[in-house]
């Protein structure tokens, strides 16, 4: 069975996506941006505002880079959210947005970017990465990058977010 690589990028982000899905459930809007506490020690660790904040950014910015039309990002998610972003423990509920808001833009950008791989012609994904440095070492062509950006990386930050769930007593998704 010949399947495009749209396809097979598009199969990992949907996976991701439902992981993500699962692992917000019982999470209280008022612990979204909260470190984690283990026995009265805080952890600083990325918390789910910033988990999915940061991810957000990833699914618009994968959009235009194999042509299709993306979601505008909100101003003060860049500045939230970047990997030169720090995760801050929201204390009083005013530094991040709220976790709908997060989780919608999270949730619509990555479900709009799971279609539009499945319809982008391989020849999209054979061209290189307009990165520069070692993001472009590491992963030389759009199809790389972007099979990172809906897998590895993803994950990676999802695995932040079940450990955050274990220790606040939410158990595994």
């Not at 042509?67 to 929201?90: I, R, W």
């Amino acid at each position: 069975m010949s399947r495009s690589l749209g396809n097979i990028i598009a199969d990992t982000l949907q996976l991701s996506v439902g992981y993500a899905e699962r692992l917000l459930k019982e999470v209280p809007a008022e612990h979204f941006g909260r470190f984690a506490r283990v026995g009265g020690t805080i952890v600083e660790s990325n918390h789910p505002a910033f988990i999915y904040g940061h991810l957000s950014l990833y699914a618009p910015k994968v959009l235009q880079q194999i042509g299709h039309p993306a979601p505008s990002v909100p101003e003060h998610f860049e500045h939230l959210f970047s990997k030169d972003a720090s995760c801050k423990d929201d204390e009083d509920g005013d530094l991040y947005p709220p976790m709908d808001e997060i989780t919608a833009f999270f949730f619509e950008g990555h479900r709009m970017l799971a279609g539009a791989l499945r319809g982008t012609p391989d020849a999209t994904f054979e061209q290189p990465n307009p990165a520069e440095g070692r993001m472009k070492q590491l992963f030389p062509t759009l199809g790389s990058v972007q099979t990172f950006y809906c897998g590895g990386h993803m994950m990676m930050h999802l695995g932040q977010m079940s450990a955050w769930r274990r220790m606040q007593g939410l158990g595994s998704a």
